[in-house]
């Protein structure tokens, strides 16, 4: 078993979920420094993500001298939106200010699927048009087909905090087709933590969400030193 680590965390600052998440997905007696990165409450837009980045890579920095083992940074379409380069280059920078090895929550994605030889899924957002097909973009980079989807569609942060387990349970659930390898639930917002193990025993197959591919993407990163 991996030993305890401590987790550098980076979330947007209307971010309420991934911090409570985190922990139970760590090893025990882990420990997390959080840092939430300042934006508006509209949704990130490419027009928005140059400035967000900036603010991220500027907070990421204050890592450097802490005991911090792993950076994760924890912002889904923030991630996606410059695709698999610009998302790769984002982790190349935070590495850089922070002297930390980081995972990025748009990578752990692609990884985790990746890792479970998932090609087909059924995917789940809280994201407008605009920003889903960036994002199914991004997975069939990845060499992942969306086969069925759904999204909450939510025009603001305060529309997505409201969000509840339920609710994300209930469209998963439907959105859920038997051309699907597995399921991905898409958001470091989106609260999984409590529903993941019930998804999976109801349907029958795997299950991932950005929250828990994240971490696990982090541990493995602190474990083998590569992700």
Known sequence: MTRAIHVGLMVPINNTTFEREALGWLTPGSKQTVFKIPRGKGLLTPQTIGSYKEQALALGARFANTDVDVVAYGCTAAGFIDGPEGDAQLARDMSRVSGKPVVTTAHSMVATLQEARVKRIGLITPYLDAVNVQLKQFLLDGGIEVMSFDSFYTPDVDS?????????????????????????????????????????????????SSNCGTIEQALKLFKTGEV
Do not use: H, N, W
């Open 160 to 208: 997505l905090g409201a969000i509840t387990a339920k609710e994300v349970y209930d469209l998963a659930l439907k959105t859920m087709t038997q051309d699907c390898e597995a399921m991905f639930i898409a958001c470091a917002q989106l609260p999984t933590q409590s529903i993941l193990v019930q998804l999976r025993e109801v349907m029958g197959k795997p299950v991932f």
